[in-house]
């Protein structure tokens, strides 16, 4: 089997925190990188909705925690060190269900000794999660006070499948996700794609594409990147953002085979050049 290879192909990368990661990467498997970094994670440091549940969350007022990213589990912990005190929060953690959706929140849980009710399987979507609890029982949360530390976005199937389930339950928005500081190369991307400059484009998160078409709809050249999107080759790191994108309107070509960015990128090298040709081939 010949290697992955992009065969050099323009691949737009959106990622933020792991800009220069995923460039080298996509280099490495013979593709050009364009990138983009499409957001910031801003905490809500000033929101007193988060600081209000680490108060009630110590005076026992939930009975369950389900933690979605570890990120957000962090920053909680920072919250509780400003106000309640650390201590005092992770003791209660240890005395209420604790439900972690993937492997990230589960990493900070065990970092401060806190043992999970439950932990969702790959690929860690909110249904994995639900089914989850499901598996504990029809009357597993019925009546329970659940809280759940959320990650920038709701996911408002989540929180309806909770509430079906007899559930009490309150959202706690920890960061959020906002366009960032320098948003030239963003600009730059929402023009290279307009211009059919753009082979490929990596999504690991959905809030991406919403900030390019943001910024794409600020430039008066929104229509043609929407129009553009269709003839890329777009792939997905993993259910949850396919599922997103899809939610947005835009077809996902492929995903990644494992929810991982490295993967991702050896997988897209993998299969986009033969995609992206059968795509041009088609009389669509």
Do not use: C
């Amino acid at each position: 089997m010949p290697a992955p290879s992009f065969q050099n192909l323009r691949v737009l990368a959106l990622e933020s925190r792991r800009r220069d990661e995923i460039a080298s990467l996509i280099t490495t498997y013979g593709g050009r990188p364009v990138s983009a970094p499409a957001m910031r994670e801003v905490p809500l440091e000033s929101n007193t909705e988060a600081f209000a549940f680490v108060e009630a969350f110590v005076r026992g007022e939930f009975d369950v925690l389900v933690s979605l990213t570890g990120v957000g589990l962090r920053a909680v912990l920072d919250i509780a060190d400003r106000s309640v005190g650390r201590q005092a929060f992770v003791a209660m953690l240890g005395r209420v269900q604790v439900i972690a959706r993937g492997p990230k929140p589960l990493s900070v849980l065990r970092e401060i000794g806190v043992v999970p009710w439950l932990v969702a399987p790959e690929p860690n979507t909110w249904r994995e999660l639900l089914a989850a609890i499901d598996a504990q029982g029809a009357d597993a949360i019925r009546g329970r006070r659940l809280a759940v530390q959320e990650y920038g976005t709701s996911s408002g199937s989540l929180l309806d499948g909770l509430r079906a389930r007899g559930a009490s339950v309150t959202r706690v928005p920890i960061y959020s996700y906002e366009l960032p500081e320098d948003i030239a190369p963003l600009q730059d991307a929402a023009t290279a794609v307009a211009n059919g400059e753009i082979d490929v484009a990596l999504f690991t998160t959905a809030t991406q594409v919403v900030h390019l078409l943001q910024i794409a709809d600020a430039m008066a050249v929104g229509d043609a990147v929407r129009a553009r999107i269709p003839r890329l080759i777009v792939a997905s790191i993993g259910p949850t953002t396919s599922e997103e994108l899809r939610e947005h309107g835009i077809d996902v070509d492929l995903e990644a085979s494992h929810p991982k960015m490295g993967v991702l990128v050896r997988d897209a090298a993998e299969e986009a050049p033969a995609l992206l040709h059968a795509k041009r081939q088609s009389p669509d």
